[in-house]
C-alpha cells in the first residue's frame, strides 16, 4: 500500500507558477512510476506527467516545456513545477503510484491521492 497525500494548489494569475508536491508513505517509493494527473469540471481525468523508476520523465503535450516533474527519494516526494501557467491549466491535480514501469494511462496507476485544486486566473 502507498498513501499519497497532495499540497500546494491555490490561485494565480495567468503567468505565473506553483508547485504541488505529493508525499507518499507506505511501500518504497523508488520502486513506483509516480505521475500527476489533472481533472477539470466536465472533462475526463487527463495525463499530465510522470517520472520513471529509470529515471526518466515524460509529459503531456499541453505541458510539455512549460511543467517539470521530480522527485526527492529521500523525502519520499514527489513535485510537479508548473511555469507559464495558463487558465486553461484550470482543474484538479492529482498524485499518483503506479507498478508499472512506463504508465502514462489513468488506468495504469494503482494508487491516488485526494487532489489538491488549481486555479488560473486570466
Known amino acids: 500500500q502507498v498513501q499519497l497525500v497532495e499540497s500546494g494548489g491555490g490561485l494565480v494569475q495567468a503567468g505565473g507558477s506553483l508547485r504541488l508536491s505529493c508525499a507518499a508513505s507506505?511501500?518504497?517509493?523508488?520502486?513506483?512510476?509516480m505521475g500527476w494527473f489533472r481533472q477539470a469540471p466536465g472533462k475526463e481525468r487527463e495525463f499530465v506527467a510522470a517520472?520513471?523508476?529509470?529515471?526518466?520523465?515524460y509529459y503531456g503535450d499541453s505541458v510539455k516545456g512549460r511543467f517539470t516533474i521530480s522527485r526527492d527519494h529521500a523525502k519520499n516526494t514527489v513535485y510537479l513545477q508548473m511555469n507559464s501557467l495558463k487558465p486553461e491549466d484550470t482543474a484538479d491535480y492529482y498524485c499518483?503510484?503506479?507498478?508499472?514501469?512506463?504508465?502514462?494511462?489513468?488506468?495504469?496507476?494503482?494508487?491516488w491521492g485526494q487532489g489538491t485544486q488549481v486555479t488560473v486566473s486570466s
Open positions: 499518483a503510484a503506479s507498478l508499472l514501469s512506463y504508465a502514462i494511462s489513468a488506468a495504469g496507476y494503482n494508487y
Open positions: 507506505g511501500r518504497t517509493f523508488s520502486g513506483y512510476t
Open positions: 517520472s520513471w523508476t529509470d529515471g526518466r520523465t
